[in-house]
């Protein structure tokens, strides 16, 4: 009796043990790292930054590809953020000097959703100013925002756990006059990858049903207004672009969050401030601070920020600007940023009733 | 035959423990397979597929040790340029790298840096650096390798950086992301680095980083197309650059792959090509093909490109370059890396110097 005792409990112990490793196993799968990304095809895409100013050769090109072999199709959502004067509601401005005498340059927020579909393997393009009306893509001029588009099954228009969403962007500057002057950048939509079967509602749940936003992001970048290394004449500038990972469209209510920014220079030393983000925030990084990214107060040619979102996750791109201080013609680039940790809470995008 | 209770016991412990080691061996296989890199992600091994110095380019490197200690790293630039034969020379230029915590290390090629031992910025000393220049000509990629203190590769995943191609005179400049391989903790530290696979003979412990992608999705500017903002006189190239992620940096022996494009316009038509590389290239989508990628011929403004290795080669890291021009000459240029298929990871061998 004491040996099948004994045997009992040993099959116990190691099945018990066996259950562990298992369980151990699915764990690890799923807390592996499953964020947003900008190298894969997914089935919701983020452009962060989408940028139409007409009357100054400003125009940003829009590519989204079906990587998928289904038709599919594709719900997508202008957010258009431009500032306009509080003194002249027609007139879109960056500050509050490109008013007249008075007016203050005040952020607005409004979201346009348009409906497309794709065919396996189809590349759809198009101008952001001039939209491609033949497919119902809208026009929007002037316009500093972006878009946010999420695969739908093709005849009803509820979300799909499909990740088959590719997107591109060019950021396209031109001048004619006095000589020609171009100066493009271009980066990879970042991409929410389905994680499961999803649930097919309107409430996009990035974290569970959809890769969650990252815990902080980070990137390294020159300080404010150093001279260029290759060509000291120049300056270099970086504009950070960041949107909320949440949104609700439904209600028309854009993400907000606080974000907090750490700084560190070449030595380590680190310097932090907050900023609260509505909608977009596209920001030179001397007005997200006036000192704390200059190379005065770092002392270093280089740094490396890291941005979190406190009440949600936050999506970020660089562009980095060489250019000639009062020289018209600048070089541009745009950059992605590392993505580090998973958050503990989820974002949600809520999509208006399918009409 | 019978078996007394302990063997029974024992015979169970065996079973259930052969049954656990094989469910968790193959679902660590699984993710080895599955994984394939980012850009976005602190990683082990970068790769910087393009570098370039000439009268018209210089580069500018970043890598940043996001960590919060000190790290190491074993660079090499691998010279992709032609010998006058026409072969690529693949010879390899190394040096090792310091990063104290959170540090950006920043170099323009062409004139590396210097930072000597003892040196002082504001009573803190500034850490060893020496990375060599390159002369005007080179043509190639840069890959580094996170080893411990003693230059042995470990899994520390804690590098991630960024390229800038730059015109020193138009102020052109195209900036992209270096592709990263996370590490694994089965790194033996020996100087032969197993990326993706299974246990073989030269990797007794299969995988030891994550594998790079074999299947890559390009989406384009069909070639010669007019900028759409610009319009009349105005053109697109995209300029490709495939560095294979196998590389033989002890031995300098150039390794060969086969690209195969398939081309789909905006109505879905499909076109295809199909390009050798060895060691290295950069090259016009056009040049590849002058049928699979114009605009003439694809009908259409816009393209996606399927770029596969060959079924039996390795992976491959790409970026491709967008140059647009005014009256013919290059005015602006953005750089990306393409969309990756997570699908598809393939088994490559590194091979570093020795330490000596």
């Known amino acids: 009796m004491r040996g099948l005792r004994v045997e009992r409990m040993a099959r116990r112990g190691v099945w018990a043990t066996v259950l562990v490793v298992l369980l151990a196993q699915v764990i690890a799968s799923r807390v592996a790292p499953a964020q947003d990304v900008a190298d894969q095809a997914a089935a919701l895409v983020v452009y962060p ?3 139409v100013d007409g009357t100054n050769g400003v125009d940003t090109l829009l590519q989204l590809s079906n990587a998928g072999e289904a038709d599919v199709g594709v719900r997508c959502f202008y957010e258009n953020a431009t500032h306009y004067c509080s003194n002249n509601p027609a007139t879109a401005c960056t500050d509050d000097t490109t008013c007249s005498p008075g007016g203050v340059c005040e952020a607005q927020w409004t979201a346009h959703e348009f409906v497309i579909g794709l065919m396996p393997g189809q590349p759809q393009a198009w101008r952001a100013s001039e939209g491609k009306i033949a497919v ?7 316009m500093v925002g972006l878009l946010r588009c999420t695969v739908v099954d093709i005849d009803t228009f509820l979300p799909i756990a499909a990740n088959v969403l590719e997107g591109t962007a060019l950021l396209d500057e031109f001048r004619p006059e006095p000589s020609p002057e171009f100066d493009t950048a271009r980066y990879n939509a970042l991409g929410f990858r389905a994680l499961g079967p999803g649930d097919g509602d309107g409430a996009l749940t990035l974290g569970s049903e959809y890769a969650g936003c990252a815990n902080v992001v980070s990137y390294a970048h020159f300080t404010a207004g150093v001279a260029d290394p290759v060509a000291p004449q120049r300056q270099v500038n970086t504009r950070v672009v960041v949107v909320p990972c949440s949104v609700d469209y439904a209600a028309g209510l854009p993400g907000s969050v606080m974000v907090h920014y750490s700084v560190w220079n070449e030595f380590g030393q680190r310097v932090g401030s907050s900023r609260r983000v509505t909608g977009q925030d596209a920001a030179g990084l ?39 201080p009062d020289v018209i013609g600048a070089g541009s680039a745009a950059f992605g940023v590392e993505h580090r940790g998973s958050r503990a809470t989820n974002d949600l995008v809520v999509l208006p009733p399918n009409l | 035959m019978g078996y007394s209770t302990t063997e029974r016991a024992g015979r169970w412990c065996s079973r259930a423990l052969a049954v656990a080691l094989a469910v968790s061996c193959i679902t660590g296989r699984v993710r080895d397979a599955a994984a394939q890199g980012s850009t976005q992600q602190s990683a082990s091994i970068l790769f910087f597929p393009t570098v370039q110095v000439d009268e018209t380019h210089d580069t500018v490197i970043q890598i940043t040790n996001a960590s919060n200690s000190a790290r190491n790293a074993r660079c090499v630039y691998l010279d992709g340029s032609l010998t006058a034969a026409g072969a690529p020379r693949c010879a390899q230029t190394n040096f090792d790298l310091q990063l104290v915590a959170r540090q ?34 080179f043509a190639g990629a840069l890959v580094c390798v996170e080893v411990d203190a003693a230059g042995f590769p470990i899994a520390g995943n804690a590098m991630i950086g960024t390229a800038t191609l730059q015109h020193p005179a138009n102020g052109n400049v195209a900036q992209y992301d270096a592709f990263g391989l996370r590490g694994f903790d089965t790194n033996d530290g020996n100087e032969v680095l197993c990326l993706g696979g299974t246990v073989t003979a030269a990797c007794p412990n299969g995988a030891e980083y994550e594998g790079c992608p074999g299947r890559w999705v390009l989406n384009f500017i069909a070639e010669g197309a007019e900028d759409p903002l610009a319009g009349a006189g105005s053109s697109v190239q995209t300029e490709l650059t495939v560095l294979p ?6 031995l300098s022996n150039p390794t060969s792959v086969t690209v195969n494009f398939s081309v789909y316009n905006e109505f879905e038509s499909q076109l295809s090509a ?5 060691c290295w290239v950069t090259s016009p989508l056009i040049a590849i093909s002058d049928l699979a990628f114009s605009a003439a011929d694809l009908g259409t403004l816009h393209a996606r490109a399927v770029v596969t290795a060959g079924l039996l080669d390795g992976g491959v890291a790409l970026v491709a370059r967008e140059i647009h021009s005014v ?30």
Do not use: N
């Open chain 2, 245 to 250: 992620c196998a590389q033989d940096f002890r």
């Open chain 1, 49 to 51: 930054y989408v940028v």
């Open chain 2, 274 to 278: 199909s390009t050798d590389v060895s």
């Open chain 2, 104 to 137: 950006t290390a920043l170099w323009v090629v062409s004139a590396g840096q210097r930072a000597t031992s003892g040196a002082v910025v504001d009573d803190i000393p500034q850490p060893l650096r020496l990375v060599p220049p390159l002369a005007a000509g």
């Open chain 1, 286 to 324: 001397s007005d997200v601070h006036a000192t704390l990214f200059s190379a005065a107060t770092l002392g270093t040619l280089t740094a490396k920020t890291t941005v979190a979102g406190i009440e949600g996750g936050v999506l970020v791109l660089g562009i980095e600007t060489h250019a000639e």
């Open chain 2, 327 to 356: 009256s013919g000459a290059p005015a602006s240029s953005g750089a990306t890396v393409p969309h990756l298929d997570p699908a598809d990871a393939r088994a490559d061998v590194i091979t570093l110097p020795p330490v000596r």
């Open chain 1, 136 to 142: 119902g893509i809208p026009a929007v001029d002037p």
